[in-house]
């Protein structure tokens, strides 16, 4: 009986955690309409997914909200700088990409600014998961969070491969979209989550242990 118990409770908590990352998905949609705000979303989303889900501190629609309200201005003004990188990169893809079909030698340079979307992409997954969880300038921001991109390549190339697969399966079923923020989120704060650990102290590691589990009492 009581093992039948236990079993209950991690269904439960599983099918509870789907519908917060539903929610927090909805959320993330809503906020991100002005464009500008995505910055503020995607940080909001991804320390709520951080706190709430993985950790179960707190409710994850109040989180969400304080996140957004206390990371908004930095969070935007680190968007509208990556945005303008991105705008260029994307630029540059989509005009190689007609000189690359007129085959010339400068079509070649559709896979290098390709590689650098890719990049750009992935330096984003790290700057607002890093603003999220880290008390930083946003100078501090931009700088350390395309290090830890460059210097964990392998992970930044699985989260790329791992977004556009997503991206994949909501274009055939269009149901699926209003999981991906969420779902996503819960992926990438695994991956980053193990980045980022190897850059705090153990000091840091252990304080942050100690809460979780005073928490959880």
Do not use: H
């Amino acid at each position: 009986m009581a093992g039948r118990f236990k079993y209950d409770n991690k269904v439960f908590e599983v099918i509870n955690a789907i519908v917060d990352l539903l929610v927090l998905g909805f959320f993330w949609i809503i906020t991100s309409i002005p464009i500008f705000t995505m910055g503020a979303s995607t940080t909001a989303l991804y320390y709520t997914v951080n706190k709430s889900i993985r950790n179960k501190k707190g409710y994850a629609y109040r989180e969400y909200w304080k996140a957004f309200k206390r990371n908004f201005k930095q969070a935007t003004l680190c968007f509208l700088m990556w945005f303008v990188v991105a705008i260029f990169l994307v630029g540059d893809v989509i005009i190689t990409k007609q000189v690359l079909r007129q085959d010339t030698q400068l079509g070649a340079s559709y896979y290098f600014f390709l590689v650098l979307a890719g990049a750009a992409l992935a330096w984003e997954f790290y700057l607002f998961s890093y603003i999220a969880r880290f008390e930083c300038t946003v100078m501090e921001a931009m700088k350390k969070s395309l290090f830890m991109m460059l210097a964990n390549l392998g992970w930044s190339a699985a989260l790329v491969a791992i977004f556009m697969a997503c991206l994949f399966l909501c274009r055939d079923m269009m149901s699926l979209f209003i999981l991906l923020p969420g779902g996503f989120c819960a992926i990438k704060n695994y991956i980053l989550e193990k980045v980022f650990k190897k850059y705090r102290t153990p000091e840091d590691i252990a304080r942050e242990l100690e809460m979780n589990r005073t928490f959880s009492r």
